[in-house]
């Protein structure tokens, strides 16, 4: 109708959980907003993807070549956690009680829609195994089908004395998404973690 309005309200529809309706909202919010607040809002959409880069260590989002856990001198550099993708890093911190790095993944295996091994970053996970002390590898990847196929192969390859291996207890519910996980049952699952042994992996 009005094709200023109409072309915002359709670029946010496209963003994910914003309806046709929300974006009617938030267009006639912003029509009502200071000019110098869409300004602000308009720059930090623009510098996003400039501004954030990919961690050289864990693959997080970053604003520098390490992210602010991967420098930390706090964290406990031999406790790796390995996750899907960087909204699961904000979702086990949520809880605020791991004291671990992580790696993201970049996905989860699925051959039938081409994502196979050499698509996520397990070569660069068995570098930080290989030259850093990694003590455990805590397996966070969810309890999707392919999450646990995920999951089983990478205990299979990394099975080996010295390494302790384990994944988040099974009180997650069935198919979930650690970002949808609530911060008490993701911190339960963190502090129940079962160690995974090479006769349960190579079943
Ligand atoms: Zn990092």
Redesign the pocket.
């Known amino acids: 109708m009005i094709q200023a309005i109409d072309e915002l309200v359709s670029a946010l529809s496209r963003l994910p959980t914003i309806g046709a309706k929300s974006a009617q909202r938030l267009v006639f919010h912003m029509l009502e907003s200071p000019q110098e607040e869409l300004n602000t809002l308009s720059s930090r959409i623009r510098d996003l993807r400039t501004r954030i880069v990919t961690?050289r260590?864990?693959?997080?989002y970053?604003e520098g070549e390490?992210?602010p856990?991967?420098s930390s001198t706090t964290r406990d550099q031999s406790l790796i956690c390995v996750v899907e993708k960087p909204s699961d890093v904000f979702a086990m911190e949520k809880p605020g009680r791991y004291r671990g790095?992580?790696h993201i993944l970049g996905g989860v295996l699925s051959p039938i829609n081409g994502i196979t091994a050499d698509k996520l970053r397990i070569a660069q996970l068995r570098v930080r195994i290989e030259t850093q002390a990694v003590k455990e590898l805590i397996i966070g990847l969810g309890s999707s089908a392919e999450a646990e196929t995920t999951s089983l192969y990478l205990a299979r390859l990394f099975s080996r004395a010295g390494l302790r291996l384990t994944r988040l207890a099974r009180g997650l519910p069935a198919g979930a998404e650690l970002e949808y996980v609530d911060p008490v049952t993701l911190n339960q699952a963190l502090n129940e973690r079962i160690d995974i042994r090479y006769s349960d992996a190579a079943e």
């Not at 260590?57 to 997080?60: G, L």
């Open positions: 961690c260590q864990c693959f997080n970053s390490l992210c856990i991967c790095v992580y």
